[in-house]
């Protein structure tokens, strides 16, 4: 019989980013009625943005979300629209974990918090398997289909239902969305980056007509999904809903195809991989376009969204990286980010020399 595949599992609580876990203890048992004795509080140390933390009080236990320590863009961690987010989402969608209760009251570890279930299973990060997984062409086509046909199924919800109607403004969503990522890049920069300044100015003067309004997750990934330890081409959770909203779905699609590298691109492209995405058997990005159309029944040009989804990581990772640069995070790990936005900035204008996504090898 073989050995059961590795749960995704916290470790301990990063030293900078630690809290007295008893002043959790009156809202625990709140939550919990009749719950008591030890209070554990452990992390899930792989996320870069919005911090998970694992809590147990006797025998219960929760995810705990918050937002990092030291952090200035406060709007981009609001932990109760992240709550009401995965609310809405329960009736309609599956894979969103159940919200527990919201914490308004920063008091008691310094920020506003949320509760959520557990969800048990397992999470692939980069393109080495995790222990005991063998990643075969049929199982890395099986993972991959499935991560389209789950974020087409996301995009199929019905927005006007109740509860989506306070979650984001569709109408403009594009215009804005590049008017304030490039605002957002304009107050992070620490260095300069021509192709990054290339692609803001490229993507203000291409603005595609909106297609449509959507629930859209913006930062759909390989490691934002929970896998089934029985079945690893079955999805059973997407995690970290921190800047979900109600807009265009092809700008969700562009996210997945930024996180997404393509056998023959660069070393660099690949070294700082999201997931297998460019081992044998994996769809490739232009594969996840034609897959995607054809669930949902759309037809777009893809280019744009593209290129504004790597413009956007870069950004992100670049505030994660200014963050560092002034001290107030030293967490090892963002040292060598400002270089992985230059990686960024220089496939955004490999995509653009080549004006299209399928093609963007070096001399292709």
């Given at each position: ?57 006797g ?27 995965l ?6 969608y ?17 920020a ?6 557990r969800?048990r ?46 979650i ?8 804005r ?16 980056v ?14 595609p007509?909106e ?13 934002n ?64 376009v ?28 670049q ?21 992985w ?9 490999l ?14």
């Open positions: 019989m073989p050995a059961p595949l590795p749960i995704d599992a916290p470790d301990e609580v990063r030293e900078e980013e630690r809290f007295d876990a008893e002043r959790l203890r009156g809202f625990l048992e709140a939550t919990f009625p009749g719950t008591s004795g030890p209070l554990q509080v452990l992390q899930f140390r792989k996320g870069h943005s919005n911090l998970t933390y694992l809590v147990r009080i025998d219960r236990e929760a995810v705990l979300r918050r937002a990092p320590f030291g952090v200035q863009v406060k709007s981009a961690h609001d932990m109760r629209r992240e709550f009401t987010i609310s809405a989402l329960q009736a309609v599956a894979k969103a974990p159940r919200p527990i209760a919201f914490c308004d009251d920063e008091s008691l570890i310094g506003r918090f949320y509760l959520m279930d969800v299973g397992v999470v692939v990060r980069g393109a080495a398997p995790p222990p005991g997984v063998g990643f075969t062409p049929e199982l890395l086509r099986a993972i991959s289909t499935a991560l389209v046909d789950n974020l087409a199924t996301l995009h199929a919800v019905d927005v006007n239902r109740d509860g989506f109607g306070s984001g403004h569709p109408e403009g969503y594009v215009a969305q590049v008017a304030g990522w490039t605002d957002r890049y304009a107050k992070a920069k620490t260095h300069d021509p192709q990054l300044d290339a692609a803001a100015a490229w993507l203000a003067g291409n603005l007509k297609s449509g309004a959507a629930v859209i997750h913006n930062d759909y990934k390989y490691d999904v929970v896998l089934d330890p029985a079945d690893l081409s079955r999805i059973v959770a997407v995690l970290d809903w921190e800047m979900a909203t109600v807009g265009d779905p092809l700008m969700d699609l562009g996210t997945m195809l930024a996180y997404w590298s393509d056998p023959d691109e660069s070393e660099e492209l690949r070294a700082r991989s999201y997931g297998p995405t460019f081992l044998p058997g994996s769809l490739s990005r232009a594969q996840i034609e897959t995607y159309a054809r669930k949902t029944g759309r037809g777009f040009e893809p280019l744009f969204y593209y290129v504004f989804a790597l413009f956007k990581i870069a950004v992100i990772v505030q994660i990286y200014k963050r560092y640069v002034e001290g107030s995070t030293s967490d090892p790990r963002f040292r060598a980010l400002g270089q936005v230059r990686v960024l900035g220089r496939q955004a204008a995509a653009l020399e080549k004006g299209r996504i399928d093609r963007l090898a070096q001399g292709a």
